[in-house]
C-alpha cells in the first residue's frame, strides 16, 4: 500500500481564509456598485453546485476544453522527461490533469496547489490508487499571491497547468498580473498551459450562465447562505433573484444578486442597505479572441506559442513559453 504524500504548507497561505472572506465582504458591501468576489462561491455546497452546472447542456466550457485535451494531450505533453514537474494552479479535484498523466505519471512529479487540504487530501488519495508511479507532491497555497516554491524544485523544468477558463474571473489587468506571477514561479525554462474562453454569439454565453434548471441561481445566491452561516448575515436569500448579462464593451459575462425590495441587512457586525433593485456584481467572466488572449500574455512577459481550440472555436488551450 502507498503512502498518501504529505501536505506542504508554503508562507504566502498564512491568511486565513475566514479573515480575508470578512475584510472582503465589509469592503465589496459598501461600494456604491456592491461586490462580492466569486472566490467565495466555492464552500461546500458551493463546490458541489458548480460540478452540477458543469454537466449542464447549456454549460459548454468544461466539456469542451475536455474534448480538446483528450484530443490534444500527447501533443501538450511532448518532451516531458523523468523528473519533469507539472504544476497545477488551483488543482481542486484534478480531474483533468489526468487527462495529462494517463500519458506521463511515470515521468513527472505532480505538484497540485490548492487552498483547500480537504481537497488536495482527496484528490491524493484518488491519485495515489490509479498512478502507482507517479510522484505527487501536494501544496497549500493560494495561486492569487506569488508563491516560492520548495528549492528542491529549483532545477526542475517545470510546466503549470491553469485550466478552466479562470483567468476570466480577472479584469485583463489583474489577469496579466496573474499571469505575470506565474512566470516568476515556474522559472526560468517553464512554459505554461491555460484554458481560456473565447468570443462568440452572446445568447450561447447568457444561457451557459443563467441556465433553465436554475442551478446557477442556486449557486449565486448560495453565497449569501455562506455569509449568513459563516458572518453573521442576516440576508433573505428568496428577497435576491439571480442575473446573468453580457457586457459587449468590456467582453466579459457579469453575473449580479438583485435584490427585489428595499432591505438592511447586518454582515461582520455591520448594517448594509439596499435600496429596490439593487445588485451584488458577485462575478466576471472575460471572454477573448484568441489574438487578444496572446497579447494579454506577452503584457505578461509569455511568449505565446501553441493554442488548441475544438471545431466550433467555442474554447481555446494556450501553451506559453
Known amino acids: 500500500m502507498r503512502h498518501m504524500p504529505t501536505l506542504e504548507r508554503l ?9 480575508d472572506f470578512g475584510l472582503s465582504v465589509i469592503e465589496g458591501l459598501s461600494q456604491t456598485q456592491k461586490t462580492l468576489p466569486c472566490r467565495y462561491f466555492y464552500d461546500a455546497r458551493g463546490s458541489s453546485l458548480f460540478e452540477e452546472i458543469t454537466h ?12 480538446i485535451l483528450q484530443t490534444c494531450a500527447s501533443e501538450i505533453v511532448e518532451g516531458f522527461s523523468g523528473g519533469d514537474v507539472l504544476l497545477e494552479f488551483g488543482s481542486g479535484s484534478s480531474v483533468k490533469t489526468e487527462i495529462l498523466l494517463d500519458r506521463v505519471s511515470d515521468r513527472v512529479v505532480y505538484v497540485p496547489l490548492d487552498v483547500s487540504e480537504a481537497a488536495l487530501a482527496d484528490a491524493a488519495a ?10 505527487i507532491r501536494p501544496i497549500v497555497a493560494d ?5 516560492a516554491l520548495p528549492d528542491e524544485f529549483s532545477n526542475s523544468r517545470i510546466t503549470g497547468f491553469f485550466p478552466g477558463s479562470t483567468i476570466g474571473n480577472l479584469a485583463p489587468k489583474e489577469a496579466v498580473g496573474l499571469l505575470s506571477n506565474f512566470r516568476k514561479v515556474l522559472g526560468q525554462g517553464g512554459r505554461l498551459i491555460i484554458g481560456v474562453d473565447l468570443k462568440k454569439d452572446p445568447r450561447v454565453l447568457i444561457r451557459a450562465y443563467n441556465d433553465a434548471a436554475g442551478v446557477t441561481a442556486d449557486f449565486n445566491l448560495n453565497l449569501l447562505v455562506r455569509i449568513n452561516r459563516e458572518l453573521g448575515g442576516t440576508f433573505d436569500p428568496e428577497a435576491f433573484h ?3 448579462l453580457y457586457n459587449p464593451r468590456a467582453g466579459r459575462i ?32 472575460y471572454k477573448y479572441t484568441v489574438p487578444e488572449f496572446r497579447d494579454l500574455a506577452e503584457k505578461a512577459g509569455w511568449k505565446a506559442s501553441r493554442v488548441w481550440t475544438d471545431a466550433n472555436k467555442q474554447f481555446s488551450v494556450h501553451e506559453l513559453i
Open 11 to 19: 508562507p504566502a497561505s498564512d491568511t486565513t481564509i475566514s479573515d
Open 56 to 67: 449542464l447542456p447549456e454549460y459548454y466550457p468544461t466539456r469542451t476544453e475536455i474534448g
Open 126 to 135: 484518488r491519485l495515489v490508487e490509479r498512478y502507482p508511479a507517479l510522484e
Open 143 to 147: 495561486f492569487s499571491k506569488l508563491v
Open 242 to 244: 439571480h442575473k446573468a
Open 254 to 285: 457579469e453575473m449580479h444578486l438583485v435584490t427585489d425590495r428595499a432591505q438592511d441587512i447586518m454582515a461582520c457586525g455591520r448594517p448594509f442597505h439596499f435600496s429596490p433593485g439593487e445588485s451584488i456584481h458577485t462575478e466576471n467572466s
